[in-house]
């Protein structure tokens, strides 16, 4: 879990909500996140290129209503296309840096348990 604060924050019910909490991303919300974008409409094959920039914005954000939660914003109301109407690139931009922080604790957790299971396999003779 990875907290931190949005420099604009998100509106909601005459509020602006900018305290934010990132989790990875569970097999759920992934495979939940997946049909959500199996039922866009697709995308033709020369499509323009801004098109592609919306679809991949898009996917992002998906993903993103998976694994955020903005406090004061209820998880039914923190949708894709809520977080593509009312979301600031600034927001957006941090939330892309963040993401990275979430993952190299990720990384760093997983690292850390490592030897403790390979330390419990070797006594177990697993």
Known sequence: ???FDLTWG?????????RAVLRPLTIGGELAAIAEI???PPLADDAAASAQTERGVRETLI???HQISI???????LTADYL??????EDYKQILGEMAI?????TAASDGHAPDETAAQAETGA
């Open 1 to 3: 879990m990875h907290t």
């Open 63 to 65: 993903y993103w209503s």
């Open 71 to 77: 406090e004061g914003v209820p998880p039914d109301v």
């Open 84 to 89: 593509m109407d009312n979301l600031v690139s």
């Open 38 to 40: 199996d039922e866009l």
């Open 10 to 18: 998100l509106p909601h019910n005459g509020r602006t909500c900018r």
């Open 102 to 106: 979430l993952v190299k604790k990720s």
